[in-house]
């Protein structure tokens, strides 16, 4: 991993202030590596929230409306895209450490794999712990990808990113975006991690076209907590998934939503990622976002 992590190119180096907003130390991502043709969703939303369930179901979903889909796993733990392919797929970092990072001898199917529906499912992979940063990692799969020509011919293109609003692992995706979803529950802890993954967005929209898409309530009954930050900040709520068993069965069974035997409720479920595809796909709104200060939010919230 040496070769990757201690000795990028400088254009990939991390540098301070490199127009990423005040304050800004991130790996300096090539400006001309981008995704011209398809539309890209940036799936983002506090550590353990449900992103992974959450981009894998709506990648099907895309794909039931005739959409060719590619799902790009930006976690280290590379489980993202795990309900459908049906194990852990080797990483681009994995693949490219077997042949010395010349990523010219790599064939497509060293990396790229073929999930449920005909989704096409990539692992970027990170760094080992502690040794590197994970938005060089995304930048070389990207980059990786085009040199393959594999973004030619694909309609949507979905980010699922690691929790962390810190690493640029995180901004990393918000350069190739058109839409950040926020995936949130409807409590303290996930309201909070909304705001400040907001704040980052709207840092990076100054410099780059990604815009605040909505926001996806998951795991909750109810949201009461949701629509009010939203209304005091901004937001819109796109869908609604309530806290179903068999959403969290669905990842011991290796399975997506659409794969599962029919019910009232699992039908429920399947129809409102349908319709949050087509809403996604005609497109949404450039949302305003105000993101809270964090006082303010505590304040907001109820906490003394």
């Not at 970027?124 to 994970?134: E, I, K, N, S, V």
């Not at 949701?226 to 290796?254: E, P």
Request: charged share 25%.
């Amino acid at each position: 991993m040496t070769l990757l992590y201690r000795h990028p190119t400088l254009k990939d180096r991390p540098e301070r202030g490199a127009g990423d907003g005040d304050g800004s130390v991130q790996v300096h991502l090539d400006p001309t590596t981008q995704i011209e043709t398809a539309k890209v969703f940036a799936v983002y939303g506090k550590g353990g929230i449900g992103k992974s369930t959450t981009s894998s179901n709506l990648s099907v979903a895309f794909s039931k409306l005739g959409k060719r889909v590619l799902q790009i796993g930006c976690d280290p733990k590379h489980d993202s895209t795990f309900t459908l392919t049906k194990r852990l797929i080797p990483t681009v970092i994995d693949v490219l450490e077997t042949v010395n990072f010349h990523s010219e001898e790599l064939r497509v199917e060293d990396f790229v794999f073929e999930g449920y529906n005909g989704v096409m499912c990539v692992e970027a992979g990170g760094p080992p712990a502690g040794t590197g940063c994970g938005g060089y990692v995304v930048g070389q799969t990207v980059k990786l990808l085009k040199e393959h020509h594999l973004l030619d011919d694909t309609d949507v293109v979905i980010f699922d990113v690691l929790g962390d609003v810190v690493c640029g692992g995180f901004a990393a995706p918000l350069q190739h975006a058109e839409r950040a979803v926020i995936v949130t529950a409807n409590d303290f802890d996930s309201i909070f991690a909304m705001n400040r993954i907001v704040a980052a967005i709207k840092a990076k929209s100054k410099n780059y076209d990604v815009r605040v898409g909505g926001v996806i309530a998951n795991r909750s009954a109810g949201t009461d907590e949701i629509d009010r930050f939203n209304a005091a900040t901004g937001l819109k709520r796109l869908a609604h998934f309530r806290d179903v068993d068999a959403i969290r069965r669905s990842r011991l069974k290796k399975s997506t939503m659409f794969e599962m035997d029919d019910t009232p409720e699992l039908n429920a479920v399947r129809a409102e990622y349908m319709q949050l595809a087509e809403t996604l796909w005609a497109g949404t709104d450039e949302l305003d976002a105000r993101p809270m200060k964090d006082r303010e939010i505590f304040d907001f919230l109820g906490y003394e």
